[in-house]
């Protein structure tokens, strides 16, 4: 007879940690040789619940390149984890971290994108971040690009909208995988894929002024060079260090129909296919029929090589994994519109919302889960998850975070759930550990952390490291492995 043998909770291996990118937290934008990135020529906004790549034209990033400084631009200091990751990971080790998800940037290796050696002073950066890593035991998770990539790619291609990125970065896949062989068993190759249909922050292709459907004709077509460069370095990294697993990585946010009226459950069935087709490409190794056909009806022609579909075809990803925030309501004609950080989408009365208005949806993480692992039967991972809030320091510095442990717990309540499900999970890094500059505002005031930074957004403060109480807390979950919850 058959018996089920689903494991109550978590397995024993299971990598506990966090995650951030280098674009948030390094900081030493100019030094050892780096060269600047797409991410360093964005401003910071003023409006801090809307973020807009809009204004990313050529002119504004030769002005942003002339500009020595960081006042315009955060991300160029972050929260100098350049000259602070011994005492960061410390502080991950005393919290029992497995695993630490952190990216290279591209640039700290190839100033421009295009040179054919690598700088050796970014190489040896990165050294000294995994021997610190090895020392406490915690294993590294590589994301090979996250939102970021040389500014002389920019400049002289448009980035991937020109097949050329492809060689430029799979010459800098080849230096990470060669280099540090043996020494990092998880790889990501694109943070949040399909954020490259949102534009210059993922693509690096400047279309500002391009008619809504070239615009749309171009960031697909900047994708596809992404699926092969991806594909390509799953390639390599499976050559190269046989042992080590390469991850595709989505921010996926999961649709639900805002009535029980076909129409509306067809119009969310087609919004969550269009999230997921970038997973279908990169874990199923081909172009769904769906898109296919979205194309067409479009008008979207993607130029492709002979080789392409055999190569996405041969070289798929080990496992899958995903960045978790919120969830969104379709209705087939227009739902009132809420925040994500450059999504938006309908409002679901049932959830609350965080300050910048993200939806809050535990229960939804346990459905990711269940349809990821019933569609694609590949081990998932969940690399971002966490509650942006502004922090209240104490006059005798405390962080009282009730509200992040709360958030954490209910998403960590539900992961079980869905490991109860039967899902294959292999780890859970929150974002971000530590305060970092924002993705989508450059503000520092909106913070994630299990440790605070002292740090305005004006770039004001001693950089002190702070344990707030969901420090302890965190501590206690990975010490328990995920029992003790409270
Ligand atoms: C994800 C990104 O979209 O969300 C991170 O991968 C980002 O880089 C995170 O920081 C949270 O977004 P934000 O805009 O609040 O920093």
């Known amino acids: 007879m058959y018996k089920p043998s689903f494991p109550k909770t978590f397995p024993k291996d299971f990598l506990w940690g966090g995650a951030t990118a ?127 990539m040389p500014i002389g790619l920019t400049l002289k291609q448009n980035g991937w909208a020109s097949r050329d990125t492809i060689a430029d970065f799979n010459r800098f896949t080849r230096t990470v995988f060669t280099h540090f062989k043996g020494r990092v068993p998880y790889y990501l190759t694109f943070n949040e894929i399909n954020t490259g249909t949102w534009g210059f922050h993922a693509t690096g292709a400047i279309d500002t002024t391009l008619s809504k459907h070239d615009q749309l004709q171009l960031r697909y077509q900047a994708l596809h060079h992404q699926f092969v460069a991806s594909a390509l370095a799953t390639k390599q990294l499976h050559e190269i260090d046989p042992d080590a697993k390469i991850g595709s990585m989505l921010a996926r946010m999961q649709t639900y129909p805002a009535t029980p009226n076909p129409v509306d459950v067809r119009a969310a069935q087609l919004e969550d296919d269009k999230n997921l087709f970038f997973t279908d490409v990169q874990a199923r190794g081909e172009y769904p029929e769906f898109m296919n056909r979205y194309f067409a009806e479009n008008g979207i022609k993607l130029a492709m090589a002979p080789d392409d579909q055999a190569t996405l075809a041969k070289y798929p990803v080990d496992f899958i994994s995903f960045s978790y925030y919120m969830t969104t309501v379709t209705k087939a004609d227009a739902a009132e519109q809420v925040n994500g950080n450059m999504a938006t989408g309908g409002r679901n009365p049932y959830l609350k919302e965080s300050d910048w208005g993200w939806q809050i949806d535990p229960v939804g993480l346990r459905i990711t889960l269940d349809e990821l692992w019933d569609r694609y039967r590949k081990p998932l991972f969940v690399v971002e998850n966490g509650l942006g809030a502004v922090d209240q320091l104490t006059a005798d510095r405390h962080v009282h975070d009730s509200y992040r442990i709360d958030y954490l717990r209910q998403h960590i309540q539900q992961m079980k759930a869905a490991v109860a499900d039967g899902v294959q999970l292999m780890g859970y890094t929150m974002w971000g550990p530590i305060d970092l500059i924002s993705f989508s505002t450059s503000e520092m005031s909106k913070r994630y952390g299990f440790i605070y930074v002292d740090q305005d957004d004006a770039g004001k403060g001693s950089l002190e490291r702070i344990k707030k109480d969901s420090f302890y807390w965190y501590q206690k979950v990975i010490k328990s492995n995920g029992e003790d919850l409270d």
Not at 79 to 88: L, T
């Open 22 to 148: 280098a674009n948030q937290v390094e900081g030493a934008w100019n030094v050892d040789g780096k060269g600047l990135t797409t991410a360093e020529v964005v401003k910071k906004t003023t409006d801090r619940k809307h973020m807009s790549m809009d204004d990313v034209t050529t002119e504004s990033i030769k002005t942003a390149v002339a500009d020595k400084t960081d006042t315009l631009y955060p991300k160029r200091r972050g929260v100098d984890a350049y000259h602070h990751y011994q005492e960061d990971i410390k502080l991950f080790a005393e919290m029992g971290f497995k695993v630490y998800r952190f990216s290279i940037a591209w640039s700290r290796l190839f100033p421009q994108g295009d040179e054919t050696e690598p700088n050796q002073a970014g190489l040896a950066f990165y050294d000294r971040v995994i021997d610190e890593l090895h020392k406490y035991h915690i294993q590294p998770l590589v994301t090979l690009s996250h939102y970021e």
